[in-house]
C-alpha cells in the first residue's frame, strides 16, 4: 500500500542560508511567498531567520495557515568530545520544531570548506577516530533530541562535507542506530556525487526518514569535481537547476517514496543563495505544481 508524501519547502529556495544577511528575503515576504506558490508546509531553516519565540513563530504560521515539517541545523561531531558543546546549540531548535507540532530535525555534518569564501577549514578526510567521533556523536545527539523533544535526527549528507559519497552514506547508516539517526535523503546532493537515491533508497527503506527535492545539473557537478569548485560557488553558478530540467527524475524518486513503509515527508530545497528577491517566487510555484503532478 502507498505511503502518504508530502510536498513542502524551505527557506533554503528562496536563497536563505544565514539568520541575518541583507542579500536575503525577509521573512515575512518569504512566508506570504509560500503561501502564494501553494505550499502549506515549510521547515524552520536557518534558526534564527524566522522568530524563535514560539508563540510568535505560531502566530505567524497560523495567521497563513502555515505547518512545520521539521527544522534544520549544522553539527561539527567529528571530533571526540563535541557533543555537549553541540548540544547547547541544536536543543533550543529542537525545542522550537517540538513547540510548532514537528517531529524530525535534519542534522547537517559541518562542511570542511566555508560555505561562504569555500576556502578549505580542515583535512578533506577523517581519521579511523573522527569518523567513529561522528557516528557515535550522532546517534547520542538524536537519542538526546528524540528523548527530550521527542525530535527524530535525519542526517543530511551533502557537498563539502565528510558524508558526500554514496559510499559515504552507506557506510554512515551501517555504522548508526536506526533508533536515533536515520537519513533526509537530499536528492541533490547526492546526485552531486554521482550517487543514486533510487537504489539508497531500495537498499535501506526502512532508514529513510525524510525528503529533500533538488536537481542538479550534472554536467557542471562533474566540472566541479573535476576543476574543484566550492559548492558555495557552483551554488552562484546556478548548479541547483528547476526541475525538472536537471538529475536525478524526481517523479520516478517521489514513485519510490510513495512505497516505502513510513510516511513521509518531501521538502523543496533548491539552492539559491544568493538571489534577487523577485526570482524564488515563480520557480516555486512552478515546481510546486511539478512535483504535485508527480503524485
Not at 517540538?98 to 561562504?116: N, S, T
Not at 526518514?209 to 550534472?218: D, F, T
Not at 527524475?249 to 510516511?263: G, H, W, Y
Amino acid at each position: 500500500m502507498a505511503n502518504d508524501v508530502v510536498i513542502g519547502t524551505a527557506p533554503d529556495s528562496w536563497g536563505i542560508w544565514f539568520a541575518s544577511d541583507p542579500q536575503q528575503t525577509p521573512a515575512e515576504r518569504f512566508l506570504d511567498e509560500v503561501v502564494q506558490a501553494g505550499y502549506e508546509w515549510i521547515e524552520i531553516g536557518a534558526f534564527g531567520y524566522l522568530p524563535t519565540d514560539p508563540a510568535q513563530l505560531r502566530h505567524e504560521l497560523d495567521s497563513r495557515q502555515l505547518r512545520v515539517s521539521g527544522g534544520t541545523t549544522f553539527a561539527r561531531l567529528q571530533h571526540p568530545g563535541t557533543v555537549d558543546d553541540v548540544w547547547e546549540q541544536v536543543a533550543p531548535i529542537a525545542s522550537l520544531t517540538a513547540a510548532m507540532g514537528a517531529e524530525h530535525l535534519v542534522v547537517i555534518p559541518d562542511l570542511w570548506r566555508d560555505d561562504l569564501t569555500g576556502n578549505e577549514k580542515e583535512s578533506r578526510l577523517l581519521t579511523a577516530e573522527q569518523w567513529t567521533a561522528l557516528t557515535q556523536g550522532h546517534d547520542e545527539l538524536g537519542r538526546r533530541m528524540l528523548e527530550e523533544y521527542g525530535v527524530h535526527s535525519q542526517f543530511h549528507s551533502h557537498a563539502d562535507s565528510h558524508v558526500g559519497y554514496q559510499a559515504d552514506v552507506e557506510r554512515f547508516l551501517e555504522s548508526t542506530d536506526p533508533r536515533y539517526v536515520n537519513l533526509c535523503l537530499d536528492t541533490g546532493h547526492i546526485a552531486y556525487f554521482g550517487g543514486n537515491s533510487v537504489e539508497l533508497m531500495g537498499k535501506y527503506p526502512d532508514r529513510i526518514g525524510y525528503l529533500h527535492l533538488k536537481q542538479v545539473n550534472a554536467e557542471l557537478a562533474a566540472r566541479a569535481h573535476a576543476e574543484d569548485i566550492s559548492f558555495s560557488q557552483t551554488v552562484r553558478m546556478d548548479i541547483m537547476v528547476e526541475p525538472p530540467s536537471g538529475v536525478p527524475d524526481l517523479a520516478e524518486v517521489l514513485q519510490v517514496a510513495k512505497n516505502l513503509p513510513q510516511d513521509l515527508f518531501a521538502i523543496v530545497e533548491q539552492d539559491m543563495y544568493p538571489c534577487s528577491p523577485d526570482r524564488p517566487l515563480p520557480v516555486a510555484r512552478r515546481t510546486y505544481t511539478y512535483l504535485s503532478s508527480c503524485l
